[in-house]
Structures are given as structure tokens and as C-alpha cells.
Nanobody, 122 residues
Framework: QVQLVESGGGLVQPGGSLRLSCAAS????????MGWYRQAPGKERELVAG???????NYADSVKGRFTISRDNAKNTVYLQMNSLKPEDTAVYYC????????????????WGQGTQVTVSS
């Protein structure tokens, strides 16, 4: 079974930066799209950014120009560089991986990480 493990969350002041990482483990052959979602208290989970295996990216309007998603296919790892952070970016950030194929021919449509807390506050 594929597992996603996030790291890099924490407390940062407004205007600061954080870099999140998410590594997928298991006998993985390929992952189609990897992404980052976030969920603030009392709100629904929302897409922050996504990246395909070919490097095509998409971003939520609220983070365009401030956040950058990237991935290392060889390491099955996705990153989220977050700059110019705002208090409204405070949320639990979840990593996602879609269309996962493993060496024993298992297929998993969607996997989630456990989440990492990002708090932007002075």
C-alpha cells in the first residue's frame, strides 16, 4: 500500500516562507498527478496546487505568484514552496497522489497524506 508522508509545516510570520515536502513510499512504478490541498477550520478542503508527471502545473488563484509546486519523479516526491505567506494561508496542508501504479500491478486511484499544520501569525 502506498503511503504519503508530509513534512515542513510550522509557524511562520506573515511575509515569511515555508517549504513543504511529501514523499510517496511503496513499490511505485508511476504516479499521474500529485498535489497539495488545504483545509482551514470550518472550511472545506480546497486545491492549492497540482502537478502532472510531465510537469504541468495549476494553482488556486489565491496562491498564484506566491506558491510554487515541483516534483522529483525519481523520488516520488512533491514540494510546495510557499512565499509571502498570509494569515489566511493558515490551514492543515494535505498531499495527494493520483493514479498510482505499483510493481505488483496494484492500482490506487487516490492517496492522501496525514496532513501538516501551517500557521501564519505574528
Amino acid at each position: 500500500q502506498v503511503q504519503l508522508v508530509e513534512s515542513g509545516g510550522g509557524l511562520v510570520q506573515p511575509g515569511g516562507s515555508l517549504r513543504l515536502s511529501c514523499a510517496a513510499s511503496g513499490s511505485i512504478v508511476s504516479i499521474s498527478t500529485m498535489g497539495w490541498y488545504r483545509q482551514a477550520p470550518g472550511k472545506e478542503r480546497e486545491l492549492v496546487a497540482g502537478i502532472t508527471s510531465g510537469g504541468k502545473t495549476n494553482y488556486a488563484d489565491s496562491v498564484k505568484g506566491r506558491f510554487t509546486i515541483s516534483r522529483d519523479n525519481a523520488k516520488n516526491t512533491v514540494y510546495l514552496q510557499m512565499n509571502s505567506l498570509k494569515p489566511e494561508d493558515t490551514a492543515v496542508y494535505y498531499c495527494s497522489a493520483e493514479e498510482i501504479l505499483t510493481y505488483n500491478s496494484d492500482y490506487e486511484a487516490l492517496a492522501w497524506g496525514q496532513g501538516t499544520q501551517v500557521t501564519v501569525s505574528s
